[in-house]
């Protein structure tokens, strides 16, 4: 059984919380207490349907308004695979929980009212889609039922779409359109009945049918180096090993190496997965790695294959999305975490901000706001071991934070 | 040796996931702590602390904020689990809170000291200075709880700021915390209650025997099943029952339900899981209260 992370991103009123508690109420995730709370709820508000979206919104602040605030995550699980949906808010300030909500997501969804088609919002949800490069991308045309079903309402909103498709950067990622009722239950889990016209697969059907090949990114192997474990017991007296996480691609026993940043070259001796020793550590598995030569490792530092070194530079040029709403000029300070590693970092020139609604760039820019996503060159007081986003999602991708308080201020994806 | 590659399925994946951020705390911290409480979610992070640092002892250690009011069982488990391991365990009691006149013992029929812990947590935070507290809850437990991040500062009071939380983009965890503030930590946020008993079927751990079917001496009210016990109030009419039961979670005897089952072993608990109706929560006391009950205690600095 795998594991399979979708984003989601609608407008106001598109209806992403009740696709979601449709979601879970046709896969029958909903327990017999959560659905008694719904109905009640529903019933007291006066409404004549089941209210799903009281299944997702968590807080009282959203229950209050109608409206989602923060991402929240939700979970269920099929016979094949389990899910995890993070559900972000489509209100004006989206970009900043949206980057959040995709940045750990092969899968995403982007919802659209029949009613009202491609709007503004749905170029920036598809930008932001595009920017972090997520593999399979679902259109999702809700609210069917209030537009007759019609097959050119549908092929409307397709054609609209397709148009903003030739501006991507991103080509290769994989868009299926699918017309569904999430109030209704048409095309969610169950395939509608009232739209003969569409034979395409239903929202979760397409889900479960997706590969794991479909949807994670494949690279070169990188093991940012977490923790260095050394017990100092009799038994593992002389024991260093180094703790971390595979990235990219696998590391195996026997596999020459390179310690960056001193660039020393040594051996992978063992492998370790808690007391056993392992072959091979597979992409994205915790190990502890030991090497032939006794040579001095620190977090921060990076175990790559010999001959398959990522860029290593005091400098790097990336496309932020700025989530603070204190301003981002040029000159200023921050901490830049990159994986594990932290250095400090100066904003150099802000080039241009690029419009996420697909209307261009603008130069001349002195300052990002909350929001923005610009392209940006920083310096480094020290040097980073990194590979450009487009062919590592992992080691192309960093976080700013504020050096005064501490917060996550921005997202960035090398160049 | 083994030779074989390790697999990637979804509850490995998962694993990994809370090894990575185990370690990103014992890195990222001066003096991180272990929230232990006894029940099957903080034996499950035991054991994952053991897997991260092996074969080095777990670098930090377990705390247990004592209400007065547990199932004995729990303590036991506990005592032995610590013992075993060769851990550093803390305890702090809520009796103590209680008569140091900081909190007020609550009164009637659902009287519970589990919101009273949240005093006697805070306190002992400030006593140890721990900088980050590892805890086991889920984002599926609850409705706020879905909200939560892996990494969840709190303020000088230990109050959540829900509404300003800090964004976690893909695996980059950031523990910079100023003077005074700390980390609640959540390693095993992304798995559901199913998920911890697959693992701790797999992984053969062993768990309280409460968490059984046994027979047990119980009341109903409000379609809930109550410990019969000298910690919980009971009313005259409330007629005792000897009954095939046990815990799908456990707090303290106060403000945990226990369910009917027959379920003896890890196998036929899974099974139960898995064929259950009801959340899990269904069968906390405290969660009752009212719809925003969790997201209250958490903003005051609850677990």
């Known amino acids: 059984m795998e594991v399979l992370k979708i984003a989601t991103a609608g407008s106001v009123d598109d209806g992403k919380s009740t696709l979601i508690g449709r979601i879970l109420y046709d896969t029958k995730s909903l327990t017999t207490d959560k659905l008694a709370a719904i109905e009640k709820t529903s019933k007291q508000k006066g409404y004549d349907y089941l209210d799903f979206s009281l299944a997702t919104d968590g807080l009282v602040a959203e229950r209050e308004q109608g409206i989602t605030i923060d991402v929240a995550h939700i979970y269920f699980s099929t016979a094949k695979k389990s899910y995890i949906i993070a559900d972000t808010p489509g209100h004006v300030e989206y970009t900043r929980n949206m980057v959040t909500g995709a940045s750990t997501s092969q899968a995403s969804i982007i919802l659209i009212d029949a009613r009202k088609g491609v709007i503004e919002q749905t170029n920036r949800h598809f930008f932001i889609n595009n920017l972090l490069r997520i593999k399979d991308v679902v259109v999702a045309i809700n609210k069917m039922d209030l537009v007759d079903y019609s097959e050119d309402v549908y092929n409307k909103i397709k054609a609209d779409f397709s148009e903003l498709m030739s501006k991507r950067d991103y080509q290769d990622q994989k868009i ?11 095309n969610v889990v169950n395939r509608s009945e009232n739209m003969s016209w569409y034979t395409g697969q239903s929202l979760l059907e397409h889900l479960e049918a997706l590969d794991k090949k479909d949807i994670f990114n494949v690279g070169t192997p990188r093991f940012p180096v977490q923790y260095v474990i050394r017990p100092k017991t009799e038994e593992f007296h002389d024991f260093r090993g180094y703790a971390g996480k595979v990235y990219g691609g696998e590391l195996s026993v026997g596999d020459d190496v390179v310690v960056l940043p001193s660039q020393t070259k040594s051996k992978i001796k063992d492998i370790y997965f808690y007391n056993e020793k392992y072959q091979t550590a597979s992409r994205r598995s915790s190990v502890t790695i030991t090497l032939e030569d006794d040579i001095n490792v620190s977090r921060g530092d990076m175990i790559v294959k010999e001959g398959d070194l990522p860029t290593i530079d005091k400098q790097f040029t990336a496309n932020i999305c700025w989530m603070d709403s204190t301003q981002l000029t040029p000159g200023a300070k921050y901490v830049v975490q990159h994986g594990v590693n932290k250095v400090l970092a100066k904003v150099d020139k802000i080039h241009h901000k690029i419009h996420p609604d697909y209307s261009g760039i603008e130069t001349d820019v002195t300052g990002l706001k909350v929001n ?3 392209q940006v060159t920083f310096k480094l007081n020290k040097p980073v071991f990194y590979d450009q986003f487009k062919n590592h999602r992992t080691n192309g991708s960093f976080i700013l934070i504020d050096t005064q308080t501490n917060n996550t201020v921005g997202a960035g994806f090398i160049q | 040796m083994t030779i074989m590659k390790k697999d990637t399925s979804h509850i490995n994946s998962l694993e990994n996931e809370a090894i990575y951020i185990m370690r990103e705390v014992a890195a990222q911290f001066e003096k991180p702590v272990l929230l232990f409480s006894g029940g099957k979610d903080s034996i499950t992070l035991v054991r994952l602390a053991v897997k991260a640092f092996y074969p080095a002892k777990i670098p930090f250690p377990l705390m247990h904020i004592d209400t007065g009011h547990n199932f004995p069982e729990t303590i036991e488990f506990r005592d032995k689990l610590v013992k075993e391991l060769g851990l550093e365990l803390i305890v702090r009691h809520v009796q103590d809170s209680i008569d140091e006149g900081k909190v007020k013992e609550e009164s009637g029929k659902y009287s519970s000291r589990n919101s009273l812990q949240t005093t006697t947590l805070l306190d002992a935070i ?13 984002r599926d437990e609850e409705k706020a709880r879905a909200k939560e991040r892996i990494f969840s500062v709190r303020d000088d009071f230990g109050q959540w700021d829900e509404k300003n939380q800090r964004p976690e983009l893909f695996d980059m965890l950031n523990g910079q915390i100023d003077h005074g503030q700390n980390v609640r930590v959540f390693p095993i946020s992304n798995w559901t209650e199913l998920d911890v008993w697959s693992y701790i079927e797999k992984e053969n751990i062993e768990i ?4 059984f079917a046994h027979k047990r001496k119980v009341f109903l009210r409000d379609g809930l099943i109550w410990s019969h016990s000298e910690f919980v109030y009971q009313e005259d009419d409330e007629e005792v029952l000897e009954r095939m039961v046990r815990f799908r979670t456990v707090g303290d005897m106060s403000c945990t339900a226990a369910v009917f089952s027959e379920a ?13 109706t009801i959340s899990e929560r269904g069968a906390r006391i405290d969660d009752k209260r009212s719809e925003a009950a969790m997201e209250k205690r958490k903003q005051q600095g609850y677990f």
């Open chain 2, 208 to 211: 309280p025997s409460i968490y």
């Open chain 2, 126 to 138: 400030e006593e140890f200075k721990f900088d980050a507290c590892i805890g086991g809850a889920r």
């Open chain 1, 372 to 374: 923005d996503i610009a």
């Open chain 2, 264 to 276: 003896t072993d890890i196998a036929s608990v899974v099974q139960e899981i898995r064929d259950s």
């Open chain 1, 176 to 186: 299926t359109f699918i017309p569904v009722s999430a109030l209704k239950g048409d």
